[in-house]
């Protein structure tokens, strides 16, 4: 695989860049409350990977990448600049139909150990820019919407944050309008 990016630039395109980020996500919920704050973070983290993915086109070591390897690179170079443990545990993807699933892990996601930190332990997940980002990069590669779901987080107090990702044809209703919301 050739070089794509360094990392000095991936830094500009990745939504958990640093403190900044942990302060407006809490002057969000603050002002907005978890559920409004949820739906900006999950289109900011889109933005970032759809962008993130258009740079990527640019460079001439794209042209040489499969579908699958621009996946799993991005997952490897995300998990060295967000400071984040990534474990893929699935991924198909047929590029004529372009059909997708993919399953995995985070370890140390910076969004679910600030949240605690600042906010507390509670019962439902809180990673929206690492799953808007994966969402928004997947979806401009393959040219579909793919919507990444959290399943597990570790601010519920689960061991890893566990996403599930699925074309948006492939999900039930109520994530199909949330995917609207993209």
Known sequence: ???????????????????????????????????????????????????????????????????????IACSHMHGITADLGISVKELYIDPVTKDYYSEGYWKHSQEAEHHIATFGLSSDPVCFTLIGFAGGYVS???????????VE???????????????VLGLGRRNRKRAALL
Request: glycine share 8%; proline share 3%; charged share 25%.
């Open 1 to 71: 695989m050739g070089k794509v990016l360094d990392s000095n630039e991936m830094m500009k395109f990745l939504p958990e860049s640093g403190q900044i980020l942990n302060t407006l996500r809490n002057h969000l919920i603050s002002a907005l409350g978890l559920d409004r704050a949820k739906g900006f973070l999950l289109r900011y983290g889109w933005d970032c990977g759809n962008n993130f993915s258009n740079h990527l086109r640019m460079k001439d070591a794209y042209h040489t990448l499969t579908l699958k390897e621009l996946f």
């Open 153 to 167: 987080c570790e601010r519920k107090g689960d061991p890893h944050c566990h996403w599930i990702a699925k074309p």
């Open 140 to 150: 401009n590669h393959l040219g579909r919407k793919v919507i990444f779901k959290e």
